[in-house]
């Protein structure tokens, strides 16, 4: 599922939308870089955590993983 991030370029994401939700991150759990995307797995303020991966190369971002609190993982 593509989501909007808001993120400098090169940086850790701040921020990301859920439909028009805004969900701020509060903490990047763990950072991954491949050739051609970054990942990073982020928590949210009530405890979800999410995995957010960008494409290098169009510099678009999707939601891979929602990790709900004391959950298994889910796939959007």
């Known amino acids: 599922m593509r989501v909007q991030v808001d993120c400098r370029e090169g940086a850790d994401p701040r921020a990301f939308f859920l439909g028009e939700r805004r969900l701020h991150v509060m903490r990047v ?11 990073f797995r982020v928590r ?5 955590e999410f995995v957010l991966i960008q494409d290098l190369d169009t510099g678009e971002w999707r939601l891979a993983r929602i990790h709900a609190r004391g959950a298994h993982a889910a796939r959007p």
């Open 44 to 48: 949210v303020a009530d405890g979800r």
């Open 29 to 39: 759990l763990e950072r991954g870089a491949e050739s051609s995307h970054r990942t």
